[in-house]
């Protein structure tokens, strides 16, 4: 029986330690599927492309993609999409290591739920530590929270990553984070991939927003990943500048709430 068709893209700016380690774990774990793994340099200054292109180029199942500027991450992953011939897609981040199938374990999944257009796993820290990744619609309150340590937003961020909610059970949500997920490739291509007005962060948010339009967006934590989760916009002024720049466009386009349901306002959607 032929395996279902997959791809996977990961996009790349500087680090190529990280990003070739979360390569080989992809190729090394993915076994129950047909994968195409797309290798996509942002124009990396510090030369990661080239040693990107070194190790992978002409392997069988990796095609690397080398820009000649830096896309930003939904640009840099919408650079493939006019390539991808598969049944389901994942983006994955450089920061991510599998130690399990997880990539077949998620198309599983979606095989089993015809409802469900996009799916992510359970996540943890190198340490071990499990990491809150379900999401709820965000607010703007929720979003500041993640990055203003205050006590007074603390009930904000919590509700936000649903820490009300037993995550040992799968759960719907309102925000995939883009760490990792697999989505059906038809509807990626129906969205027309990540909203270029972004160049980076809140992308993601915005890509759930349009997928919930087509169907369910889920957590299922029967598949699970490790994920470095590199933060900086609360470490950097510039980041997190772009972040509130990334929040306006977001909220311009949404509006400032989810409606009771938890789905997008049909009034507010762009």
């Not at 070194?54 to 006019?82: C, M, P, S, Y």
Request: proline residues 4%; contains cysteine; glycine residues 8%.
């Amino acid at each position: 029986m032929d395996k279902t068709k997959v791809s996977a893209s990961i996009v790349v700016y500087g680090g190529y330690e990280e990003a070739a380690a979360a390569a080989r774990s992809l190729r090394r774990q993915t076994v129950g599927v047909d994968l195409t793994l797309y290798l996509i340099d942002n124009a990396s200054p510090d030369g990661a492309g080239e040693r990107i292109e070194q190790e992978f180029a002409g392997q069988r199942g990796i095609e690397v993609v080398r820009l000649d500027k830096n896309l930003g991450f939904g640009g840099g992953h919408n650079a493939v999409l006019d390539r991808l011939d598969s049944k389901y897609h994942a983006v994955v981040n450089p920061d991510i290591l599998l130690d399990t199938d997880a990539i077949s374990a998620l198309c599983s999944y979606l095989d089993a739920h015809p409802d469900v257009v996009m799916v992510t796993p359970r996540l943890y820290f190198p340490d071990g530590r499990e990491q809150y990744v379900p999401r709820r619609i965000p607010s703007p309150l929720a979003l500041l929270a993640r990055q203003l340590p205050l006590r007074c937003l603390k009930k904000y961020e919590d509700h936000y990553l649903m820490r009300d909610e037993d995550l040992e059970k799968e759960q719907e949500l309102g925000f995939c984070t883009g760490c990792f997920f697999v989505i059906r490739t038809d509807v990626l291509r129906r969205i027309g991939g990540f909203d270029r007005r972004y160049f980076m962060y809140v992308e993601d948010a915005d890509l759930t927003r349009e997928a919930m339009r087509l169907g369910r967006v889920v957590y299922w934590p029967g598949a699970r990943a490790i994920h470095a989760w590199h933060r900086s916009p609360s470490k950097k002024l510039s980041s997190f500048l772009r972040q509130l720049w990334s929040m306006a466009i977001y909220f311009r386009k949404w509006g400032l709430s989810p409606n009771k349901h938890g789905r997008a306002d049909k009034n507010n959607q762009g």
